[in-house]
């Protein structure tokens, strides 16, 4: 067998989180946009999850904007211990749902307060610089002013430590000149593989990567290759997907999103899927 356990944990911030953990976005209603249909449900979801042995939750203020914060303050708070909440800042939410860019040092300071104000937390684990770049895939350009923002956020308690997201490898070179980068969020998955050498990279540093869209976002991946093997190894497609994810390096921290519980069992259900080498390679092949 090519891999047949992969390691569960990954030091992320200096502390051991599963490495399936949840991405909170779709709890906000349609466009991540106004608050969910049921709010019951919602933090429901979220109750399931830590029960379940998630202790790392991707979200952000801009989520709602703010609906998806709160329902994880009311779902979670107080938290428990080992619970890592990573958040992220750059952008807002215009009142037609669109995503603005919001890159200003007076920005980013605004969205750490809103963050803490409305996880009602005192100081944030991790919060992710998030570049506009081009939408969901990065574009050079400085961000020096950024990082430097939220280092400043860092010195004054407010920010345990510091990731980015949407980033270039000359972009997160640019960064730890100016601060310790402890995780890395960009558009990654099975089809999309542009960041297969950072990825190594940054496991050899012990740099957490975390791939947004592991299932290809708004547009899921569709692969007839994907859902043969699917089929052979008794799973859906998209738990062999984010299953290839774990076994592509121990670095990959995948937080998976969903609005339901039946989705939620079978994203943590994945984590059990292993390979053969000859399956390992068919799905390489697949992003090849």
């Known amino acids: 067998m090519s891999n047949p356990t992969t390691p569960d944990t990954f030091l992320l911030a200096g502390r051991p989180v599963r490495r399936m953990g949840y991405g909170a976005m779709q709890l906000a209603g349609p466009g991540v946009f106004g608050p969910p249909n049921d709010r019951h449900a919602a933090v429901a979801l979220l109750r399931e999850a830590l029960a379940s042995g998630v202790n790392h939750i991707d979200t952000s203020d801009f989520y709602g904007p703010h609906i998806t914060n709160q329902l994880i303050r009311e779902a979670l708070h107080p938290y428990p211990g080992d619970l890592v909440i990573v958040t992220k800042v750059g952008a807002v939410r215009g009142s037609d749902g669109a995503w603005l860019p919001a890159l200003e040092p007076e920005d980013i300071e605004r969205g750490v307060h809103d963050n803490l104000r409305n996880l009602g937390l005192d100081v944030l684990d991790v919060v992710n610089m998030r570049m506009m770049g081009n939408v969901h895939e990065p574009a050079e350009g400085s961000l020096e002013k950024q990082v430097t923002a939220l280092a400043e956020l860092q010195r004054r308690g407010l920010v345990r430590h510091i990731g980015l997201s949407n980033v270039t490898a000359t972009q997160i070179t640019e960064a730890q000149r100016i601060a310790e980068i402890v995780c890395v969020q960009n558009h990654y998955n099975l089809v999309r593989r542009e960041d297969d050498a950072l990825i190594d990279e940054l496991a050899g540093k012990g740099i957490a990567y975390v791939p947004f869209f592991p299932l290809g976002g708004f547009t899921p991946i569709q692969s007839s290759a994907l859902s043969d093997i699917a089929q052979t190894l008794g799973a859906t497609p998209m738990q062999v997907a984010l299953a290839w994810l774990l076994h592509r390096s121990p670095n990959i921290l995948l937080i998976p999103g969903t609005s339901t519980l039946g989705h939620l069992r079978e ?22």
């Open 267 to 288: 994203n943590l259900q994945a984590s059990q899927l292993s390979f053969t080498d000859e399956v390992r390679a068919q799905l390489d092949a697949i992003g090849g």
